[in-house]
């Protein structure tokens, strides 16, 4: 199965290659959608954070290819 979260799913939690500018462009689409049915469904506190935090994260993700650069894991 193929996904537009594919480049952070298959992505090890540290080290590993960048993501780059182009991989980072497809993402963020498809995880504010996530989020957007995450927030329709629920309202716990947690989750309520995880929807925070993957919000962030796309904001992130939509800068790279804004900025030429790749998503570093550290």
Do not use: Y
């Not at 504010?32 to 962030?56: F, K, M, P, V, Y």
């Amino acid at each position: 199965m193929s996904t537009a979260l594919e480049p952070l799913l298959d992505h090890p939690d540290d080290g590993g290659d960048d993501v780059s500018p182009a991989e980072c462009a497809s993402i963020p689409d498809r995880l504010e959608s996530i989020t957007g049915q995450w927030a329709r469904e629920g309202s716990d506190q947690l989750l309520r954070q995880h929807i925070e935090d993957a919000r962030q994260l796309a904001d992130v993700l939509r800068l790279c290819p804004e900025k030429h650069v790749p998503l570093a894991f550290l």
